[in-house]
């Protein structure tokens, strides 16, 4: 059966962020994924308490990295947030953000080896065992948590690029894939089944997560009105070869990126058309974007995660998705 969660930002205070895991629950949504960037609220302040303020959503990193923090430390803050909730963590991982780490100074080196043997040290540590790897990425001479955890948490990776989802294929429970259009699934899928069959492991086992930009809304026009600035950062955030996919020019895109390197963000959203819309959100009424996830189903997504901007309402949205997700179960 298909499940379905959210994707919340702590860009606000995190009791504002609480209340949207909440009323998430309140309304039968599965998952509850928070994004993790230094310069946001912290991620696993902001899962504590949602840990404490809800009782049966499951609680997930989407997604921290293996560079800001190191492994053994985040397998010590899921095994922490596992007990908390009462066996609710699902760790998400994935290389990080470029342009983030290179502003703190961290090189992004080597990062599918990185995603590989991080989840390989955390395994490990959240298994009770000790780890040792001499590896190119991490050398760990000896580690070991002093305490068992009750269980492994799942342990999803965010990936695009054909390499990392065979990563994701080969060493995950489940893959959180940004993307909203349905052909990037059947590819995706492709890429995540040879992964997993490498590593003699089942691929209908593993978790195929569409992580969208999501938008709903009663009226069709505001839905997409709320996408529209989200999608002209991705638009201007993507190669050419994912945008000729879609049909969307390199001078079309290139005049969103303009108007965004002149930080005339309204020129740029006001740039944004259908095609983009379409190639990059999941945004419309209730009806519209149900005939989307159907799609996405077709395709092999296995959860839906309504990301942001949700709607032009998050708490409204939230109460649409949950007659949507409704009529799934
Ligand atoms: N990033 C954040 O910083 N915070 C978030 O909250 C966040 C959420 C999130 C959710 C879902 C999701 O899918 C991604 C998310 N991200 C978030 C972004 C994530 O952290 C990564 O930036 C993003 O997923 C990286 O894109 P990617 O999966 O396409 O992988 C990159 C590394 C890539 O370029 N991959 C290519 C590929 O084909 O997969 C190839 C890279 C490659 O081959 N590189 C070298 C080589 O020589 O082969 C590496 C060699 C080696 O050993 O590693």
Redesign the pocket.
């Known amino acids: 059966m298909v499940k379905f969660g959210i994707e919340l930002v702590p860009d606000r205070p995190v009791s504002k962020v609480v209340e949207l895991a909440v009323a998430a629950e309140e309304k039968g949504l599965d998952y509850v994924w928070v994004?993790?960037?230094y310069n946001n609220r912290n991620v696993y302040i902001t899962l504590t308490l949602m840990a404490t303020s809800t009782k049966k959503i499951m609680l997930g990193t989407?997604?921290?990295?293996p560079y800001v923090i190191h492994p053994v430390w985040t397998a010590s803050a899921i095994a922490t947030l596992d007990e908390i909730s009462g066996g609710r963590a699902i760790l998400?991982i994935?290389?990080?953000?470029?342009a983030?780490l290179e502003g703190v100074g961290i090189k992004w080196e080597?990062?599918?080896?990185?995603v590989k043997e991080a989840v390989e040290i955390m395994r490990k540590l959240l298994a009770g065992e000790k780890i040792k790897l001499e590896g190119?990425a991490f050398k760990v001479a000896k580690a070991r948590l002093n305490y068992k955890p009750s269980r492994v948490p799942p342990i999803y990776v965010?990936?695009?690029?054909?390499?990392?989802?065979e990563v994701a294929g080969m060493v995950g429970d489940g893959v959180?894939?940004?993307a909203s259009n349905p052909k990037d699934f059947e590819d995706a899928v492709k890429y995540i089944k040879a992964g997993a069959e490498k590593a003699g492991k089942d691929p209908s086992k593993i978790d195929v997560v569409a992580?969208t930009c999501f938008s709903v809304d009663e009226d069709s026009a505001t839905a997409k009105e709320a996408a529209r600035p989200i999608v002209a950062f991705i638009v201007a955030g993507s190669p050419s070869q994912v945008l000729s996919k879609y049909g969307i020019t390199d001078e079309a895109a290139n005049k969103v990126r303009e108007a965004i390197g002149k930080g005339d963000i309204k020129g740029a959203i006001g740039l944004v058309d259908d095609t983009m819309l379409n190639a990059f959100s999941i945004a419309g009424t209730p009806s519209e974007v149900t005939s989307k996830i159907n799609e996405l189903l077709k395709a092999g997504v296995t959860q839906v995660v309504m990301g942001s901007p949700l709607g032009p309402k998050k708490k409204a949205a939230i109460d649409l998705m949950s007659g949507i997700a409704s009529k799934f179960k």
């Open positions: 994004t993790d960037h989407g997604v921290t990295n998400g994935g290389a990080g953000d470029r983030t080597k990062p599918l080896t990185s190119e965010g990936a695009q690029g054909p390499k990392m989802l959180l894939i940004n992580y």
